[in-house]
């Protein structure tokens, strides 16, 4: 029984190590000057922006919750 129980907690422990971090697929994306570009990934709950040099921005991101702007 005691086996039981650690698999149980280990699973508890990794879905809590997971839980603060979201990926996104990018949802719309602008022009700025200086050949820069800004990059939204957004969903009900999360917006998230990047500004990158890139001439097109990542399809998707991995994003702490923490770090959450909307």
């Given at each position: 029984m005691k086996g039981?129980?650690?698999v149980m907690c280990g699973l508890l422990t990794?879905?809590?190590a997971e839980a603060g971090r979201i990926t996104m697929s990018n949802s719309d994306e602008q022009e700025l000057q200086g050949e820069k570009r800004l990059?939204?990934?957004e969903?009900?709950?999360y917006l998230f922006t990047l500004v990158t040099r890139s001439q097109?921005?990542?399809h998707t991101m991995t994003f702490n919750t923490a770090e959450n702007e909307k």
């Open positions: 039981h129980i650690f990794t879905f809590a990059c939204f990934y969903n009900s709950i097109s921005c990542p």
